[in-house]
Nanobody, 128 residues
Framework: RVQVTESGGGEVQPGGSLRLSCTFSGLTFSTYAMTWFRQAPGKEREAVSCTDRTGFHHTYYRDSVSGRFTISRDNAKSTLFLQMNNLDPEDAAMYYC????????????????????WGRGILVTVSS
């Protein structure tokens, strides 16, 4: 059975930073590309970022977070990270981690509605 431990959310002011993480057990973590997606109330799901199985060869960022967010992974610890800097109120949402299809982040780039979240999500609030 797959279990995930999520951490790192909270409330910050605009311009602040947070680091999200998902740590897995029961999943062959290193064999999956991994994606962060988010959903805010009344808004569509958005794929935020994705990394390939190694974390080195292929990454994806949606335009609105490129240059502010950094995805990374530690396969030895089965953990996925999302460093979020210079947060904007538009970034406020529930954030989820999910495994993607294939190794090229296809779901994140083409059909994020098909991503299936592991865990209950991490709440990020950005307000002054």
């Amino acid at each position: 059975r797959v279990q995930v431990t999520e951490s790192g959310g909270g409330e910050v002011q605009p311009g602040g930073s947070l680091r999200l993480s998902c740590t897995f057990s029961g999943l062959t973590f290193s064999t999956y590309a991994m994606t962060w997606f988010r959903q805010a109330p009344g808004k569509e799901r958005e794929a935020v970022s994705c990394t390939d199985r190694t974390g080195f060869h292929h990454t994806y960022y949606r335009d609105s977070v490129s240059g502010r967010f950094t995805i990374s992974r530690d396969n030895a610890k089965s953990t996925l990270f999302l460093q979020m800097n210079n947060l904007d109120p538009e970034d406020a949402a529930m954030y989820y981690c999910a495994n993607d299809a294939g190794d090229d982040c296809w779901l994140a780039k083409n059909d994020p509605k098909q991503l299936r979240p592991w865990g209950r999500g991490i709440l990020v609030t950005v307000s002054s």
